[in-house]
């Protein structure tokens, strides 16, 4: 293989030499043109036969406190690489909601706007609150991205006693509303839809639950919570969903106007990743029920330790290229075939798997000099259960 390269390498060199009477500049790389309109491409490997969606659950739009309309939403979502995204809007609170009664107005019997009274009252105000997501599964569909929109909202209420919580999988947002939380996630579940538990230490000192959280916890009407929203990390939350069985999500909670700040090419969106049969909402809603969910922040992935296990194992191809059984040493070769880098550790050494690259790791035997030392690093930009890294033993390639 090599004299073939080297052949052909030098081939290359005489064409080249032949004509290099006169300099020529070089076309830029597309590479090297920013465009904005482009879809980042974020590259995840099948896992256990699933495919592995990306998702956010928490968008907001200027019809409650955000400043991006839902079109916005919609083709912002695409341009950060995600397939699944959720508008959820503030159910009690519409700052914007001047304008959203009059983008509304069609959907009133008189096709006028409607007086608006209070955030309080806004359960006896005639708002259609699924306008917000008609409008954004209309600027899909003109779009034709392959992306799956979920109906969704947002009830936030007392931060010290009750909290925010996302309602997803809705049919009708309209109506669900009551004063009593309770009675509210009763009627999401009624729907066929799922209550999740948003940013749990949101201005409160603690993640711990109140008694309002307990009984509805308790009584099934939580089926998930945010271990990640935006770029906070609630460490204890994964405990809690891995001892009562509850799905995790990382969110970006979006409120702001520009794209999500990316901190380099590398590292994405905040977003729940999504193992899933087909982008379709069964599916998707099938593996968020049964907890088969990543969160991803900031290039860390968190998430049950078998998930992550299976994650890594699929994403590196592990092989021996090298071995010397005089010196009992090993060479491994490790390439990174997924968007994501990970960073290993073994012992004192640490390296980097970036993303569509190898790396070359050498290994020798034990202190006995009798076995070979197995590829097994420990994971330190994934986390599971107690903040720990899990450790892999790196599968190696048939
Ligand atoms: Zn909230
Ligand atoms: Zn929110």
Redesign the pocket.
């Known amino acids: 293989m090599k004299r073939v390269i080297f052949s052909l390498a030098f081939g290359i060199l005489l064409v080249l030499g032949a004509n290099a009477q006169k300099p020529k500049s070089v076309p830029y790389s597309v590479r090297m043109m920013k465009s904005s309109t482009q879809r980042t491409e974020i590259i995840l490997p099948q896992v256990k036969g699933y495919n592995i969606y990306k998702g956010d659950f ?1 968008i907001h739009t200027s019809y409650s406190d955000g400043v991006i309309n839902p079109a916005g939403r919609v083709v912002e979502a695409w341009l950060d690489g995600l397939d699944i995204i959720a508008i959820t809007d ?1 159910y009690e609170g519409h700052s914007g909601v001047k304008k959203f009664l009059k983008v509304t107005a069609p959907y009133n019997e008189d096709g006028q706007p409607t007086p608006y009274q209070t955030t309080a009252k806004v359960g006896s105000v005639k708002i259609d609150f699924n306008a917000i997501h008609d409008e954004a599964a209309k600027q899909l569909e003109k779009s034709g991205y392959p992306m799956l929109l979920i109906k969704g909202c ?1 009830m ?1 209420r007392n931060n010290q006693t009750h ?2 919580f996302n309602c997803l999988f809705l049919k009708d947002i309209n109506g669900l509303y009551d004063k009593d939380l309770m009675v509210a996630f009763k009627r999401v579940y009624d729907q066929g839809g799922i209550v999740i538990h ?2 749990p230490g ?1 201005r409160r000192k603690t993640t711990d639950k109140t008694e309002f959280h307990e009984a509805a916890y308790s009584a099934g009407l939580i089926s998930g919570v945010e271990v990640v ?1 935006g770029h906070t990390f609630y460490p204890h939350i994964v405990k809690r969903c891995i001892d009562e069985k509850l799905t995790m999500f990382a969110n970006t ?1 979006i409120h702001s106007s520009s794209y999500y700040p990316r901190m380099s090419p590398d590292v994405f969106r905040t977003m729940t990743l999504v193992l899933a049969k087909e982008l379709t909402e069964k599916d998707v809603k099938d593996a968020i029920l049964k907890r088969r969910t990543l969160a991803y922040v900031a290039g860390n992935v968190i998430g049950e330790e078998k998930w992550l296990v299976e994650l890594f194992n699929e994403s590196i191809d592990c092989r021996i290229v090298q071995e010397n059984n005089e010196k009992g040493t090993r060479k491994f070769q490790l390439t990174n075939h997924s968007s994501i880098p990970y960073t290993i550790r073994k012992g004192k050494k640490t390296y980097v798997l970036e993303p569509l690259r190898s790396v070359f790791i050498n290994l020798g035997k034990d202190k006995e000099g009798k076995k070979y030392i197995k590829p097994e690093f420990r994971v330190e930009n994934m986390w599971h259960v107690d903040y720990k890294h899990p450790t892999i033993n790196i599968e190696l390639d048939k």
């Open positions: 928490h503030h947002e936030a909290g925010h948003n940013h949101w929203n909670d």
